[in-house]
Nanobody, 125 residues
């Protein structure tokens, strides 16, 4: 059974940092693109960042460029999102996902097949 499990969320003050992890199990995704999305209360799920199968290319939403860094360790079946200089508007549930049909980084949520349950990130002002 495929599982994606996010961890690392929490409450942080504006300007602070958090590192999210996404551990996968059930099958290997070392040849697939992976990504992070988020959903704030009352808003639609939005793209945050994506990474290619080998980590060679990454793609970020404009709102997080320069502050967030996506990475992956295929040997550990884990993807990460380092979030620095956090802002209150970054408050959301963060989800990791895998796009089985794609090796290159993808920003469209409909290209992702497996999703985690999400981890809450709250940034206080």
């Amino acid at each position: 059974q495929v599982q994606l499990v996010e961890s690392g969320g929490g409450l942080v003050q504006a300007g602070g940092s958090l590192r999210l992890s996404c551990a996968t199990s059930g099958r290997t995704f070392s040849t697939n693109a992976m990504g992070w999305f988020r959903q704030a209360p009352g808003k639609e799920r939005e793209f945050v960042a994506s990474i290619s199968w080998n980590g060679g290319s990454t793609y970020y939403a404009d709102s997080v460029t320069g502050r967030f860094t996506i990475s992956r360790d295929n040997a550990k079946n884990t993807m990460y999102l380092q979030m620095n200089s956090l802002k209150p508007e970054d408050t959301a549930v963060y989800y990791c996902a895998v796009a089985v049909g794609w090796a290159s980084a993808q920003s469209s949520h409909w290209r992702y097949d497996y999703w985690g349950q999400g981890t809450q990130v709250t940034v206080s002002s």
